[in-house]
T-cell receptor, first 113, second 113 residues
């Protein structure tokens, strides 16, 4: 079945780059997404990439997609303490989609000053 | 961001109570969603509505009853809940089910006594 896997925890120093990785199983996914969740809040859409793209850059965020390996990554340049949050990878549910997003379990990013 | 607003933010109820969660979106979207977020589990899609019609019901117990009176409002009526129903309930909306991305509210933190 459809599945999205992420590592659970990442710790970096302020100013370093963070790379959060995600693997997925549904090769028919049209879009892949990164969401951020801060404590006590909902999910904030950070960025997304269409499945026929390899890379997307948006200010400090770079998304890389390796469709052959079904691997997605989010790189945050110059990581700040305000970037501390849980980051969720999600894929759209492929053909016959009725709005179904498949989420990973989330990666907790800890940024140390 | 106030695109998707959920009320109340916190709710404590007994197992025999009846309560409702409310979601309102100001984005002009046609699709709305209910998700359940429990500790240490991926987000679970509960219901999808498109133009006020339910298009997905993910095997949710009947003690959860959704209602979508118009494309801007979504309710989740709760009755006779169980302790394992304690979770963060997130509402989201998108242009339509086949046109993502989904935008989330901040959720209702539900605690069942």
């Amino acid at each position: 079945g459809e599945d999205v896997e992420q590592s659970l925890f990442l710790s970096v120093r302020e100013g370093d780059s963070s790379v959060i990785n995600c693997t997925y199983t549904d090769s028919s996914s049209t879009y892949l997404y990164w969401y951020k969740q801060e404590p006590g809040a909902g999910l904030q859409l950070l960025t997304y990439i269409f499945s026929n793209m390899d890379m997307k850059q948006d200010q400090r965020l770079t998304v890389l997609l390796n469709k052959k390996d079904k691997h997605l990554s989010l790189r945050i340049a110059d990581t700040q303490t305000g970037d501390s949050a849980i980051y969720f990878c999600a894929e759209s549910g492929g053909s016959g989609n009725t709005g179904k997003l498949i989420f990973g379990q989330g990666t907790t990013l800890q940024v140390k000053p | 961001e106030t695109g998707v607003t959920q009320t109340p933010r916190h709710l404590v109820m007994g197992m025999t109570n009846k309560k409702s969660l409310k979601c309102e979106q100001h984005l002009g979207h046609n699709a709305m969603y209910w998700y359940k977020q429990s500790a240490k589990k991926p987000l679970e899609l509960m219901f999808v509505y498109s133009l006020e019609e339910r298009v997905e019901n993910n095997s949710v117990p009947s003690r959860f009853s959704p209602e979508c009176p118009n494309s801007s409002h979504l309710f989740l009526h709760l009755h006779t809940l169980q302790p394992e129903d304690s979770a963060l309930y997130l509402c989201a909306s998108s242009q339509d089910p086949d046109r993502q991305p989904q935008h989330f509210g901040d959720g209702t933190r539900l605690s069942i006594l």
